[in-house]
């Protein structure tokens, strides 16, 4: 595969939240690439980097040193698009239901009202929560909110699905089914899935495992950080 094929490369990545005596290495020198169709599991313990990683692949944060590049998807600001990142926590939008908290990528996209009724339709579906579209989001739980946030990338139909602990707010059962929905949707369309946890049996749902350790990634797999 050439560079060009690749959707991600991060080439000798490290973000520094703060200065001098207070300055944090959350990712350190890191180097990366997501391949079209990929399936990876950003794994590691909490405060480890996983997130500001997924961040910089997103290109919701700018790398202190190094680059990120996207070869692979459209120039800023239609890459915005072809990227969905489901964040730790749901971020929807209190004032509205449900099904527009899904469909808002859409909206906001002048993408016509019965295409984005009938793909939030479809999202929620997957996710098992086409009961609750009329909902606002103080009437969720904390798990179903989860869910929601998920169909919300869903409906998207990214090149690119980023997932933060998806399954962090969620049981067991829920959790693997959430899952079982990622990959089989990006699946149908095509995405490439990247998926941090800390959680082997969510990990051991994708082909390719990363390490992350104290804000370094380890890539090959026989850099084993976790017990």
């Given at each position: 595969m050439t560079s060009g094929d690749a959707l991600v490369i991060c080439e000798g990545v490290s973000r520094v939240f703060g200065t001098g005596s207070r300055a944090v290495v959350a990712v350190h020198g890191t180097s990366c690439v997501i391949e079209p169709g990929g399936r990876v599991a950003v794994i590691g313990s909490s405060g480890s980097g996983k997130s500001t990683l997924l961040h910089l692949i997103a290109g919701l944060e700018q790398p202190t040193v190094g680059s990120v590049t996207w070869p692979g998807l459209p120039l800023a600001p239609d890459r915005?698009?072809?990227?969905?990142?489901?964040?730790?926590?749901?971020?929807?939008?209190?004032?509205?239901?449900?099904?527009?908290?899904?469909?808002?990528?859409?909206?906001?996209?002048?993408?016509?009202?019965?295409?984005?009724?009938?793909?939030?339709?479809?999202?929620?579906?997957?996710?098992?929560?086409?009961?609750?579209?009329?909902?606002?989001?103080?009437?969720?739980?904390g798990g179903q909110g989860q869910r929601v946030a998920v169909a919300r990338v869903l409906a998207q139909r990214p090149r690119l699905v980023l997932a933060d602990e998806p399954t962090g707010q969620l049981d067991r059962a829920s959790g693997q089914h959430l899952i079982d929905v990622l990959l089989r949707t990006a699946s149908q369309i095509g995405a490439a899935l990247v998926v941090s946890t800390h959680d082997r049996t969510v990990a051991d749902r994708l082909e390719t495992h990363w390490y992350m350790h104290e804000g370094r990634l380890h890539t090959s797999s026989g850099e084993r950080i976790l017990s």
């Amino acid at each position: 595969m050439t560079s060009g094929d690749a959707l991600v490369i991060c080439e000798g990545v490290s973000r520094v939240f703060g200065t001098g005596s207070r300055a944090v290495v959350a990712v350190h020198g890191t180097s990366c690439v997501i391949e079209p169709g990929g399936r990876v599991a950003v794994i590691g313990s909490s405060g480890s980097g996983k997130s500001t990683l997924l961040h910089l692949i997103a290109g919701l944060e700018q790398p202190t040193v190094g680059s990120v590049t996207w070869p692979g998807l459209p120039l800023a600001p239609d890459r915005a698009f072809e990227i969905g990142v489901v964040f730790q926590s749901p971020s929807l939008v209190p004032a509205l239901t449900v099904e527009e908290n899904v469909a808002l990528p859409l909206i906001l996209a002048d993408t016509p009202e019965g295409e984005w009724r009938s793909r939030a339709a479809e999202a929620l579906g997957a996710v098992g929560l086409d009961d609750l579209a009329g909902r606002l989001p103080e009437e969720l739980s904390g798990g179903q909110g989860q869910r929601v946030a998920v169909a919300r990338v869903l409906a998207q139909r990214p090149r690119l699905v980023l997932a933060d602990e998806p399954t962090g707010q969620l049981d067991r059962a829920s959790g693997q089914h959430l899952i079982d929905v990622l990959l089989r949707t990006a699946s149908q369309i095509g995405a490439a899935l990247v998926v941090s946890t800390h959680d082997r049996t969510v990990a051991d749902r994708l082909e390719t495992h990363w390490y992350m350790h104290e804000g370094r990634l380890h890539t090959s797999s026989g850099e084993r950080i976790l017990s």
